[in-house]
Each structure stands twice: as C-alpha cells, then as structure tokens.
C-alpha cells in the first residue's frame, strides 16, 4: 500500500533519517517509536506529501484512501460538533452536505429554471452517497462522537464553544468516519479519558484499514500493535510484535552486539600485543606483518549505541508551609451545568494527590481554581507559603515560536551563567543543535520538556500538573515519574 525506500532527510543540521525504508501492508497494525525529535511525525508528512524526502521515494497505491489525525486543530465555529464531524469525514462527508444543499436548491423557486440540472446533478450524488453508505453516516457520526466521551448536548452544540482537548477529538472523530483505507494517527490517545481510550482500542482492533500510530501509551500499543517500527539513528528497524516484544528484542540484539564488539576487541589487541612485541625481531617479522595483514583485513565493529538519558536533576526548592492549600464552599458552573456544590478540599505538605475522574467532570477546573488561573463562583481558596509551579495542557503556548530552544531559556532567566542553561537544557536531552532548533519545529514532545526545563529550573515546592505527560516518548515519561518520585 505505501512504501519508503532509501529514505533520507534533514531538517536544518539535524539529520533524521540515512538510506532508510519501510512498507505499510493492507490491514496491519503497525506502532512508530522511538524519542522525541526522532522524526516519526515526519514520516507521516512524507507519505502525505506535505514534505518531500530529500533522497528515496515515497510510493502510494493509486486511489488509496488516507486519513490523517495530527496533534493540531483546525478553525471550528458555526457549525455543531455532529456536522464538524462529518464535514472533515472525506468524500461521504462532502457528498452529505452537498445533497443538503441540493435539496434546498429543489425547494426554492426563484431556481426553477435550474431544475432538471439540479435533479441530474441529485441523481448522481445520492447514488454515490449510497454507495459509500453516507445513509448511515450521522448516526455512525453519533456513535463515534459518544465513544469519544461526547454527551447528546455537546454533539448537538457549537464546535467553536470546545476547549482545546475535545477539538482534538472532533478531529479524531472525522477521522475515524472516513472509511479511510489508510489511518495515520499522530499520538491518537492524547486528551482521551480511560473509557475514551477503551473504546479506541476496540475501534482500531475492528477496523479493516491498515493503521500506521505514535502513541507513548506502553499498553495501548500493546493491545492494538501488531508490529513495531522502531525510529533509531537515521534507520527504521522493525519487530513483528507489541512494545514490549521489541524491548525485549532490543536488550537481546544489544547485549549480542556488545559481547561480539567485545570480543573482537580482545582478538585485536591480542594480535597487536604480538606485533608490538615480536614486530622487531627478525625470526618473528614474518608473523607479525601476516598479523597486521590480517588486522587490516578484519571488518571492525562499530561500539554498540545506547540510547543514553540523563536523568533529570532538580534543585532543592525552598520549603514550604505545612498549609499547601485549601478550598472550602466552592462552587462552580459553567452555564446550567454545575461541575462543584459546596466542595472542601486541602493539601499538606508532602501530600501526592492525584485528581482522576471521567471528561468533563471538573478536573482540569480544580486545577485551574487551585493554580489561580480561575476564579470559583463562589466559595474561598486560600493558598499557603508555597512557590507554585503549573503545568497546564495549554502549556506550551507560553512558547515563542521564533525563538530557539536556548533563547527562550535565555530570555526567561538573562542573569543565569549561561553553562547553567546549557546544561539544564542538556538533562532534558536538548543537547548540541538541538538547543539551537527553533522552537516551531519542535515535536510536541520537545516542546513538552522544554516547557517542564522552564518550570522546573528554579524548582517550586508544590506542582500542579495537568497530564505532564501527554507528548512525552515512553522513555522520558518513565524519567519524569522517577524524578517526581523523588
């Protein structure tokens, strides 16, 4: 269906991909991993022909369908969730409004005169739209929409009324509605809830199309995945199994590759001790150079290559009161809907709590309320002696994307000795050019650490952090909850 052959790609002087390939069969499963920044959102526009390999070619099945769920939102307003769906749904979906507007045509007599061109014109689009089963679109549109977490009034509301999160899922929903042959979807289970994230699972498990995802979700990948594809050093390496079978082949082809660079190390030295000693004399020469020969001869292995992380160090911050924080009479609404009555909530020194509970039940707003960023319709929050550090999902809109990586360091904190920076900027494994990207290309994961790099850097003493993270490769997510361990 979709072949990379010999791909090679740069984005400035990061080098992504050398000589690699890699082919998408119909009806697989196939998981993309590897670090943040390694290139596997790239790979995504490669095959939607947004970006051009800059070596290789890139082959498509003629008339193969595709669907592509990206970590962006496109302008919504004007219409309701339900048809903001089925408008970006592919062909059905434009076939369904373009009957709509038929019928309406058919109805107004001041188009009399256009009629038999309207009914021809009627004809043909719903004979296609029955073809393509667009009969039974809005109330598949319906169930996707509820297997999101969407309730009856918001499918039926403003699409331009969502906060960011549920727009992502409209996007999400149109996707998975165009009977695409084809699904990309670029971390599909970020912003989801667990019971949105079930249901996902079983809509991948059933669907016929060939499904190539990022996720940073181990067990969802786990479930869905058929074979991995493992972004790494320019090359795709592939594993025909789940996640946790390429871990397991990972430590097995590494520990391989060590005890062979190993011993190949030691026969060198052991020939070259021999020519060292016995090189000078005369009755020995002969020996010596058939060694050398050979020693030139010999392919040499490259040192095995880890994936080395360094795990992230924060300062000590400045303790804090025994009093963290305290709501008491809260009460908040959005419109009819109450989401707080007379709630009373604390938090002590030391204390980890974390706030779970199904979409729209208030989460993000207690945190919200507790960080100050939004004001209870009634009732108190009083914060204690704290040094606050919040982490929202909108986070990375603090960044300027004209900056680079370091300059947005930079300009938060000019007084810092700039080796600080650097190295504060390399424990969140922006080392090199990396510090030197600008910050619009990042990946969501870099952006991610770069914006924890900024909070963290002069450490608070209580964290508020709404799904920290969403964007993070598995690797640094397992580092990030290490670190907050401690």
């Known amino acids: 269906m979709i072949t990379l052959n010999g791909i090679s ?25 590897g670090p ?24 498509i099945q003629r008339r193969l369908t595709i669907g592509h769920f990206r970590q962006e939102v496109g302008t919504m307003g004007g219409r309701s969730v339900l048809d903001e769906a089925i408008a970006g749904s592919g062909r059905a979906g434009e076939l369904h409004f373009e009957l709509a507007q038929l019928e309406a045509a058919m109805s107004d007599p001041d188009r009399f005169d256009e009629m038999d061109r309207i009914l021809e014109r009627f004809g043909e689009v719903q004979a296609e739209y029955q073809d ?48 695409f042959e084809v699904l990309l979807l670029d971390e599909p289970t970020n912003h989801l809830d667990i019971e949105s994230i079930l249901w996902l699972e079983g809509f991948l498990a059933d669907t016929r199309a060939a499904v190539l995802m990022t996720c940073h979700d181990r067990d969802f990948m786990n479930r869905v995945v058929d074979r991995i594809v493992d972004v790494d050093d320019g090359e795709f390496v592939s594993y025909t199994g789940d996640y946790d079978f390429m871990e397991r082949e990972q430590r097995i082809r590494a520990e391989q590759k060590e005890a062979a660079y190993e011993k190949q190390q030691a026969t060198l030295a052991k020939m070259q001790r021999f020519i060292d000693r016995f090189g000078m004399y005369a009755a020995k020469a002969s020996q010596a150079q058939s060694r050398q020969k050979k020693i030139d001869k010999i392919e040499k292995l490259d040192p095995p290559v880890r994936r080395e992380f360094v795990p992230f160090r924060f300062k000590t911050p400045p303790r804090s009161g025994d009093d963290i924080v305290r709501l008491t009479g809260i009460h908040k609404a959005y419109g009819e809907r109450t989401i707080y009555k007379g709630l009373d909530f604390e938090v ?56 680079t990586v370091y300059e947005q360091l930079d300009q938060k904190f000019p007084l810092e000795a700039h080796g600080t920076k650097r190295a504060l900027l390399g424990a969140f494994q922006f080392s090199g050019h990396d510090q030197e990207k600008r910050i619009e290309v990042l990946s969501g994961g870099e952006k991610s650490r770069l914006v924890l790099a900024l909070m963290l850097f002069d450490p608070p003493n209580f964290l508020v952090l709404d799904e920290p993270t969403n964007h993070l490769d598995m690797v640094t997510k397992r580092m990030l909850v290490e670190a907050l361990a401690n």
């Open 9 to 33: 790609k740069r984005h400035g002087h990061q080098v992504l991909f050398v000589d690699a390939s890699l082919q998408l069969n119909p009806g697989e499963k196939v998981g993309l991993t």
């Open 36 to 59: 943040n920044g390694a290139g596997k959102s790239t790979i995504f526009r490669l095959i939607t022909g947004e970006e051009k390999p800059d070596d290789g070619d890139v082959t």
């Open 132 to 179: 393509r089963g667009g009969y039974e679109l809005e109330a598949r549109a319906r169930e996707v929409l509820h297997g999101l977490g969407f309730r009856d009034e918001q499918i039926d509301g403003d699409a331009g009324a969502l906060s960011g999160g549920w727009k992502m899922r409209v996007e999400m929903a149109k996707v998975l509605l165009g009977n």
């Open 348 to 403: 002590k020194r030391g204390e980890r709590w974390c706030v779970m509970g199904q979409n729209g039940s208030g989460k993000t707003t207690l945190l919200k309320m507790v960080a100050g960023h939004l004001e209870p319709d009634a009732g108190d929050v009083k914060l204690g002696s704290v040094k606050m550090g919040y982490f929202a999902q909108e986070a990375m809109d603090v960044l300027d994307p004209t900056l």
